[in-house]
């Protein structure tokens, strides 16, 4: 089942803070985050893993709440260059060699001056 | 170090025709991954291969085949091409099989247009 990304789109002033939520109804083992910029490939950002730490990518941390089965990414002051969709792919847990993520339906962020 | 590097990079068919599309992965890799990504379905998984064998595959009809040589260079076929098949076709490649922790990267993809 795929995964469910909140707010769908965010428009930022460069500098200010946003927060991405990436929710699943199964239980997960990790969570990967990408940005996409239009026409170019989803950019790997970070992954966590369940009982691992945040973690964090320049300015751009993530959480994952495993009783919520939840990430959230945090973009703090932001910059132009963060424009882009955000995606989360879950892998749910037992899965195996079988494992694959599930891609969430992406957020848009706009950063502008 | 290169990245996954996708062949062709755009290309336009007519429906009922087939096509294919190359993928290959950062060297060392041996897991490759297929996505379907359209605005209305985003990223749709298609299907796995690891050591030349499919691992996973996705909710896609028969149509949607793919295949990994032995040096993890991999191919999908669509065949019978449909309208609704227009969409950005992604390979992704990773040093193990599954997701299991590992960190996926994406190729540019290729762009198909059915008309």
């Known amino acids: 089942q795929q995964p469910v990304q909140s707010p769908q789109a965010v428009i930022l002033r460069e500098g200010e803070d946003a927060v991405i939520n990436c929710s699943s109804s199964?239980?997960?083992?990790?969570v990967h985050w990408y940005r996409q910029k239009h026409g170019e490939a989803p950019v790997f950002l970070m992954i966590?893993?369940?009982?691992?730490e945040q973690m964090r990518h320049e300015k751009i941390s993530a959480s994952f709440n495993e009783k919520k089965q939840q990430s959230s990414l945090y973009l703090t002051a932001s910059q132009l260059s963060y424009s882009g969709t955000y995606f989360c792919?879950?892998?749910?847990?037992?899965?195996?060699?079988?494992?694959?993520?599930?891609f969430g339906t992406g957020t848009r962020l706009q950063v502008t001056l | 170090k290169a990245g996954v590097t996708q062949t062709p990079r755009y290309l336009i068919k007519t429906r009922g025709q087939q096509v294919t599309l190359s993928c290959s992965p950062i060297?060392?890799?041996?897991?490759v991954s297929w996505y379907q990504q359209t605005p209305g379905q985003g990223l749709q998984f298609l299907f796995e291969y690891f050591s030349e064998t499919q691992r996973n595959k996705g909710n896609f009809p028969g149509r949607f085949s793919g295949r990994q040589f032995s040096n993890s260079r991999s191919e999908m076929n669509v065949s019978t091409l449909e309208l609704g098949d227009s969409a950005l076709y992604l390979c992704?490649?990773?040093?193990?099989?599954?997701?299991?922790?590992?960190?996926?990267?994406f190729g540019e993809g290729s762009w198909l247009t059915v008309v």
């Open positions: 966590l893993l369940k009982g691992g």
């Open positions: 199964k239980a997960l083992y990790s």
């Open positions: 992704a490649s990773s040093l193990g099989s599954g997701a299991g922790g590992n960190t996926i990267y």
């Open positions: 060297s060392g890799h041996r897991s």
């Open positions: 792919g879950t892998e749910v847990t037992g899965a195996g060699t079988a494992s694959k993520l599930t």
